[in-house]
């Protein structure tokens, strides 16, 4: 990940290239599962506290859960899918104070004190949130299961445009990034659609955007 | 409701809700997270267990020794299932191999056992304990070896060989030849929810929520796998996070859970772990195939010869690359032929067009290359063999055929006319650009398909079906039949799908889901419509269901008060006649690509993609639009960058995640247009519709193919078209 445009340094984009950063991936040595025989004496439940979708929420956990798992089988908030538990496909995409994360691959109790959004925490059948509201109108969508991922990710990669973190197509690092066609596709290739729904989907966060790519 | 003459006038045609470009009415669960997968039916079974799968780690061979001692002692461990502990286990009429191996291993990560335990990390711990010692056998992984061995493999309506006048004879006559060889590789469906399901038992039945395409064929062989009667076991899979055809029968979730459950006397719930999909289910298998063609020098075919091998497991089935080419391009002299070898790789089946999907991306190169050999424009070479008439059996004639049409229209929209005939010869910058197309062509076959509808004392239409909805849009069209037969609004409209209960549908397969199952509805709507007018004491003849009133001569009367007393139901089975044996049904088209290719690098990026279709009425222009780019780009996905690759010495796929199968991302899929001629075919069903999902993978790979070449002269005949393939023969950067 490139540094954010010298310029545009301020608290928020700093904590924008942090958190994209861990979710390329890196989790800290002591996170890493267990090897073989690890588990014949039980592992001792941890506690973390987070808010999710503005509600407080106090869990004990074994430490290997994931937050994917943590949302999904202690929560029940089953909107983040799980589609390969290895951060290769984007369908656990959550907000985790504000930036989007693969919440397949870091632990739950790794986030005491956190404010985490889901797909849920967006909007509900009833009000949807504009993003959701654009998916459904433009059909950027089929089958469903990376879409809560996508909803999560495109909310976020607009943030970050708007925060002015450049990708890997951004020309000039020095000038602002704009929401162009190719940005917009960079920054979205972390979410897999295998019903190949990406025309339909760039429209929907094009149209949210408010700008033509 | 018997469907064997040409449909005439109906109140579809009225076209009020069919055939309008609606939302989908799933859309807001599904873009909220509210629409609850297989393995999120904490509603149903707020205590369910969790199972983990172990796969074999060999290809083929024996189990000399399993140790479970260690497993069995792990924190939160409940129940362990294996073959040994698991009891006297059928096979599925629609599986190859088995679902749980042991201690015969068929097929590399074959799931050899289940350990179940209280939470998701005990399981996964647990199964890592599971000690396994192999007596491995020697196997068959490699098709161009089997290839010698392979044997011709055929079923009565689709023979393995077809014969018509004197092919060799014409192909060596012929004043143009064409003799060439491609490979198309193994392919994943990859689709984004692992096959997953929650088991629950009562006594001696067995609730299934489960990811499936074919909900009636599903019950019938976890009947058959468990040894139990189909009518204890209750299906249900009324969200699907994707198939492409790997859905389309039951896997070993559905079954581990569901010995998971009985072992541990609790609900128990499994999903597919992401690396253990790719060798455990089934995938596309590779080919292997010759084409040939003979032309007179104005590009008249006069033979036309295709050869296709494959492998998979004994007992299992061939890619059918051939069948396009029985019926796509006129020619009198011709040949066809499909052999099988034996592989011991993971169990090949349907993938999205089986057949056709690999068959077009060869015989559409072929055609090509054949334009280029006769100095032809190639969308005029394929005009120039246009048939009416099913080529092998002239007698039969397509029920509609706008190849043609779809051709003209797509050279036209795409700007097709500024295509350099000489490749290499357009540049930007550094890209080479080249331009590129290939017909398209799938049938479009039909299938018996039943409903019940109901009509509730507050006017609200529910309808009912064991018919899914992979993505496809099934729930919308559904909706939208009901909805124009019985005149009321869309949100009057209630659809219930894809439990056992409900009455049998097509089920999602082949592209005949959307005709089959929307007729079906309309033949419980016709009934339902008989019982309003019934009540209503109207001439049902006579009457128009509208605006929620139903009209006949003077009268008009509230739909609803039809169900004051108590609701009207109403169930049918739409049953086709022979109409699709007489004539020949299908579904034409036209892609048009154009590439650029990096000029250094022989990287290649799509810039625009363009589908032409025929294929009959669209019910909804949305959701089909959506079916025909999702199968763009899945078959971008084949042209460019989708294989399984083989491990010839252990007999597996070696790249068995979503990071190293790659498939398309945002990056790679431009801006997608697609155009639906306006058609109707009133003798494929009432609601003289086809289906579009799988057309729009058949033919679009071999668009790409033909445009990189347009853009660079190399051609490879080796799918995918990755840059190592390119870079050998690249023209020298200028």
Known sequence: MAS?????IGRRTVIAAAATTAAIGTVPARAQEPGPGAGINAAPLLNVSFTVNGKPRDLELDPRTTLLDALREALHLTGTKKGCDHGQCGACTVLLDGHRINSCLTLAVMHPGTAITTVEGLGSPDHLHPMQAAFVKHDGYQC????????????????????????HVTADLDARPQLTSAELRERMSGNICRCGAYSNIVDAITEVAGSKA | MKFDTPATTNPIDRLQVVGQPVDRIDGRYKTTGTAHYAYERQDAAPDAAYGHVVGAAIAKGRIAAMDLTAAKAAPGVLAIVTAETAGKLGKGEYNTATLLGGPEIEHYHQAVALVVAESFEQARDAAALVKIEYAPAKGAYDLAVARDLAKPSGKDDEPADSRVGDFDGAFAAAAVQLDAIYTTPDQAHAMMEPHATTAAWKGDALSLWTSNQMVAWSVGDVAKTLGMPKDKVHLMSPYVGGGFGGKLWVRADAVLAALGARAARRPVKVA??????????????????RIRLGATKDGRLTAIGHDSWSGD??????????MQTRLLYAGAN???????AELDLP???SMRAPGEAPGMMALEVAMDEMAGKLGLDPVEFRLRNDTQVDPEHPGRKFSQRQLTECLRMGAERFGWARRKARPGEVRDGRWLIGLGMAAAYRGAPVVKSAARVRLDAKGIVTVETDMTDIGTGSYTIIAQTAAEMMGVPLHRVM??????????SAGSGGQFG????????????????????????????????????????DRSIALVEAARDGELAAEDTIEFGGLDKKYQISTFGGYFVEVGVDAATAEVRIRRMLAVCAAGRILNPKSARSQVIGAMTMGAGAALMEELAVDTRHGFFVNHDLAAYEVPVHADIPHQEVIFLDETDPLSSPMKAKGVGELGICGVAAAIANAIHNATGVRVRDYPITLDKLLKEMPAPA
Request: some cysteine.
């Open chain 1, 4 to 8: 954010p445009p010298q310029q545009e």
């Open chain 1, 144 to 167: 469903g299961y990376c879409t809560p991922g996508q909803i999560c990710s495109a909310v976020a990669m607009l943030d970050e445009i708007e925060a002015g973190i450049p990708s």
């Open chain 2, 272 to 289: 597919l772990q992401r690396p253990l999909m790719f060798n455990n289910t089934t995938h596309r298998p590779a080919t292997i195939q």
């Open chain 2, 313 to 322: 497991l004994p007992g299992g089935k061939p890619e059918t690359a051939i």
């Open chain 2, 334 to 340: 011709r040949l066809t032929r499909q052999r099988l």
């Open chain 2, 347 to 349: 169990e090949g089946n």
């Open chain 2, 495 to 504: 659809v219930r799908l894809a439990d056992s209960k409900f009455p049998v």
């Open chain 2, 514 to 553: 959307a005709n089959s199952a929307t007729a079906g509805v309309y033949a419980a709507c016709v009934k339902l419509r008989d019982a309003v007018t019934g009540k209503l004491g109207l001439n049902a003849a006579a009457a128009e269901f509208a605006d929620g009133k139903v009209r006949s001569g």
